[in-house]
């Protein structure tokens, strides 16, 4: 008995493969590469999804960002720093004091690398103070 090969379209593929590939103009195209691929197979696929390049772009697009994430963490908890030292009408420029900044990078865990006050003056504290404007215009409108 002769098997029958059914016709497949690449928006099917895609369509197992929502995370790798995606269906572009009549293709199908992984999205991690940007190359196109035979869709016709679905072993042409997962032998793509296989292969040691496309597993090496995987990993370079995660690692990317993870340190993304990082990044925005950091910068998050600079912008929460500068505005508790507002806050508490604290200056910037405690950081600054090379005993107490050993100290809290000794003795408390996660805390990291505190940067200079002309850092945080220069990068955080405009944008503390435009949330705190914009904050108060909110308050003032109601």
Do not use: W
Not at 18 to 39: A, Q
Not at 103 to 115: A, D, F, H, M
């Amino acid at each position: 008995p002769s098997k029958k090969i059914s016709s497949v379209s690449a928006r099917g593929q895609c369509a197992q493969y929502p995370k790798n590939i995606f269906h572009e103009s009549g293709g199908l195209f992984c999205s991690t590469c940007n190359i196109p691929i035979d869709y016709s197979r679905k072993a042409s696929c997962d032998q793509h999804l296989e292969t040691t390049t496309h597993k090496r772009k995987v990993e370079a697009l995660q690692s990317k960002k993870g340190r993304e994430r990082k990044v925005q963490k950091t910068v998050s908890e600079l912008f929460e720093i500068t505005e508790a030292f507002c806050a508490a009408n604290v200056p910037l420029k405690i950081p600054d004091n090379v005993n107490l900044k050993e100290y809290l990078e000794r003795n408390l865990k996660n805390v990291g690398i505190i940067p200079s006050s002309s850092h945080l003056q220069q990068f955080y504290l405009p944008r503390v103070y435009e949330n705190h404007v914009t904050e108060m215009k909110e308050k003032l409108k109601t």
